[in-house]
């Protein structure tokens, strides 16, 4: 049976409805592209407002849900309270040292050995400045050539510092070892915890093996801007 005049003209309008429907509701999809259905990209605040999110300072207001900001509620003192102490946990610092001297750790070539690590915990993107330092001595009868590195997750991780020291023979030394401290910075970008090791090794395989002493590594961090 042929369909009727009717029968089409309802099937056009369910069409068109359905079209305008979906052409609508893109838009809306881009206008509230946000983490809270109550702050559309067009607030003045939006970027900032988006920073306390990522950065777990804010929450929500609606919980258990947390679908909205309330941007132009009120905010109480226990509110506040909330907001300085995740704020406060938005940054941190860390630190290892070896301050006996007579606790040492040896090069024995070219691989790089361990001398401290620690771990950087940040709940968002932070930036990471870390500070780390060695004492190297090696004997005065040998050249040597070492490298010190401070790198992410393990000696054969991403280094993110570096720093050397060539000694040369000293036969008029009254001593028989030369020592030297080795320093380096570094400032690295994480979105979650992160390992740092600080390293040591020869750089040249001839070089005689060196004994790293007093060492320390830290880290401070903070949300990037």
């Not at 079209?19 to 838009?27: E, G, I, K, Q």
């Not at 983490?35 to 929500?60: Q, R």
């Not at 630190?95 to 006996?100: K, M, P, T």
Request: proline share 4%.
């Amino acid at each position: 049976m042929s369909e009727t005049h009717s029968g089409r003209f309802r099937r056009l309008v369910w069409t068109v409805a359905g079209a305008v429907a979906l052409v609508t509701a893109v838009p809306l999809a881009v206008i509230a592209a946000h983490s809270f259905d109550d702050v559309p990209d067009t607030n003045e605040f939006h970027g900032s407002i988006d920073w306390l999110k990522n950065n777990a300072v804010t929450i929500g207001c609606n919980p258990p849900e947390n679908t909205e900001f309330c941007p132009t509620d009120t905010v109480t003192r226990e509110q506040m309270a909330s907001f300085m102490r995740r704020l406060a946990q938005t940054q941190g610092t860390v630190g290892a040292n070896v301050n006996d001297a007579t606790d040492t750790i040896t090069t024995t070539g070219v691989d790089y050995v361990e001398l401290l690590s620690v771990v950087v915990t940040p709940t968002a993107e932070a930036t990471v400045e870390l500070n780390g330092h060695v004492t190297l001595a090696k004997p005065t009868t040998d050249n040597g050539a070492y490298q010190v590195i401070v790198a992410r997750d393990t000696c054969t991780g991403t280094v993110v510092s570096a720093a050397g020291w060539i000694g040369a023979i000293n036969t008029e030394a009254t001593a028989t070892t030369e020592a030297t401290t080795v320093s380096l910075t570094a400032s690295d970008v994480v979105t979650a915890d992160t390992t740092y090791v600080l390293c040591a090794a020869e750089t040249v395989d001839a070089s005689p093996d060196a004994t790293a002493s007093l060492r320390g590594l830290t880290a401070s961090w903070g949300p990037t801007s």
